[in-house]
């Protein structure tokens, strides 16, 4: 039987076609198919293969609690093992999967995330001082600056403060490389090239930037792990942590183990972060009482000294508006599980080989979840709980983002530190439209601002 015979209708367009509407306008591409379709439709794309994509909040609580066997991301994800390298946890699944997962955990939660606090705080202040005054300048860079200093400092232990820098000449040419890495991977329609080309052809092909770019970083992290392996150099980072772990024959991580759990983390930690920071002051500073209940609450729970961790529980407005700016401008619009056999779920049949997607995008506009969608509420959060089928921009189930309450967390010590600190403006006509950039949604302009004042 042919597998696609059984899907849910979608686009009838060519492969190419609906590739090409849906590169630069995911948004409104898969809108337009759940107005056309309704909310189970097929999608084709060039080079990605065959997508149902699933709008039903029923249908993605099934698959967050799917069984893993049953369901692969890793599968999905295969395109990112050249960059990210074959034994991430990105590109794993089932046993191999848990067992990486379990590694990364500890040092992204609980006390020691909320150890992270003050850098997160430090490295803001530092940025700030550095802005820009009395002219506009796009934010998103800055904010890239502040999530890729902390996920160094939290995953390698370095960057934080100079003098405790063994070597940052090295730190620095790690930032920049990474800097170029992102700049190179903008390139339009370079996702699609990663998609198709095979991966050991991808790794040899020197003569693009991006992959260029990638072997340098590799280097560079291979030279700082081996020195760490060889050195027993202890530390609380997540790679104190995976050396500390042992397989189960008892042996430790080696060198390309720890590079690719290291590459994951530095790649999946910060862009996304610094995306989705952008969005939030980009629906804040769009709306002036938004702005003045966030500043006003602040200014009843952080004291001169900046925000601290215990204060984070008692801002429960800024909480709300993170909520729902993530929600309204979902950075990663839909999560993918490839079916391994035949599955029933939400009532329907799917063959083995095609790729199930719970669409964040679109439940997160479901007028019977949120009503009036399209506009910022951020009092919805306050009002009520929304599970974890309902609200998902970190995806979910198993492969629940490791990071997610690692990016809560430093987005709201970004903006309690933001808004205590400076008075941000929009300049007068600026606009941020929705484009895709690699996976992420980004804002075009990279959110233009300017600093009217400091507090
Ligand atoms: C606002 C920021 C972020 C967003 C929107 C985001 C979003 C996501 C999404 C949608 C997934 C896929 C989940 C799924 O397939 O169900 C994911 C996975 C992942 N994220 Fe994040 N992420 C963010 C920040 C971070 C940070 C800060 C880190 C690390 C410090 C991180 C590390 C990871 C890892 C390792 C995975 C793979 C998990 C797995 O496959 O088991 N992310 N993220």
Redesign the pocket.
């Known amino acids: 039987m042919d597998p696609s015979a059984v899907l849910p209708p979608g686009p009838g367009e060519s492969v190419w076609t609906q590739l090409w509407r849906y590169v630069p306008r995911p948004g409104e591409f898969l809108e337009r198919c759940r107005r056309d379709h309704g909310d189970r439709f097929t999608v084709r794309l060039a080079g990605f293969g065959t997508f149902v994509m699933l709008a039903r909040p029923s249908a993605v609580l099934e698959v967050f609690r799917g069984d893993p066997t049953a369901l692969h991301?890793g599968e999905a994800n295969r395109f990112l093992a050249a960059i990210v390298g074959s034994r991430s946890?990105?590109v794993l699944d089932e046993a191999a999967?848990a067992d990486q997962?379990r590694a990364?955990v500890p040092a992204?939660h609980g006390e020691r995330m909320r150890a992270h606090v003050d850098s997160m705080r430090r490295a803001t202040e530092e940025s700030i001082a550095n802005w820009p005054r009395g002219a506009p300048f796009p934010l998103e860079p800055r904010l890239r600056e502040i999530t890729l200093r902390t996920?160094l400092e939290v995953v390698l232990g370095i960057g934080g403060r100079a003098a405790d820098d063994p070597a940052p000449a090295r730190t620095e040419r790690l930032r920049r490389d990474i800097g170029l890495l992102l700049a190179y991977s903008r390139v339009p329609f370079a996702i699609v090239l990663a998609q198709i080309t095979p991966h050991r052809l991808l790794k040899r092909l020197s003569f693009l930037p991006y992959y260029r770019e990638l072997r340098r970083i590799d280097a560079t992290l291979r030279e700082l792990l081996r020195e760490r392996r060889d050195h027993r150099v202890a530390g609380d980072d997540v790679v104190a942590d995976l050396l500390r772990a042992r397989r189960t024959d008892g042996t430790m991580a080696d060198v390309e183990e720890l590079r690719d759990a290291v590459m994951?983390?530095l790649l999946?930690?910060?862009d996304?972060?610094a995306v989705?920071l952008a969005w939030v002051f980009e629906q804040v500073l769009e709306r002036p009482a938004v702005h003045a209940a966030l500043r006003a609450e602040l200014g009843r729970v952080v004291g001169e000294e900046g925000v601290r961790a215990e204060q984070l529980p008692r801002l429960a407005y800024l909480d709300a508006v993170v909520h729902e700016a993530?929600r309204i401008r979902t950075?990663?619009p839909f999560?993918t599980r490839r079916v391994m056999r035949p599955l029933r779920v939400d009532g329907h049949d799917y063959p083995a080989g095609v790729h199930i997607c719970p669409c964040s995008h679109l439940v997160h506009r479901d007028p019977d979840l949120y009503p009036e969608p399209e506009s910022f509420r951020a009092e919805r959060f306050l009002e009520r709980r929304f599970g974890p089928h309902e609200w998902f921009?970190?995806?979910?189930?198993?492969?629940?983002?490791?990071?997610?309450a690692?990016?809560l967390t430093q987005?709201k010590v970004v903006i309690a530190t933001v808004l205590s600190r400076v008075d941000l403006r929009r300049p007068a006509g600026a606009r941020s439209r929705v484009v895709r950039r690699g996976v992420l949604m980004a804002p075009s302009d990279g959110v233009q601002v300017e600093v009217a004042g400091t507090s």
């Not at 921009?393 to 983002?401: A, I, Q, T, V």
Request: a positive charge.
């Open positions: 991301s946890v990105l999967h997962r990364l992204l996920i994951t983390l999946a930690g910060h996304t972060t989705a993530l950075v990663v999560v921009p970190f995806g979910g189930g198993d492969r629940l983002c490791t990071g997610m690692f990016a987005m």
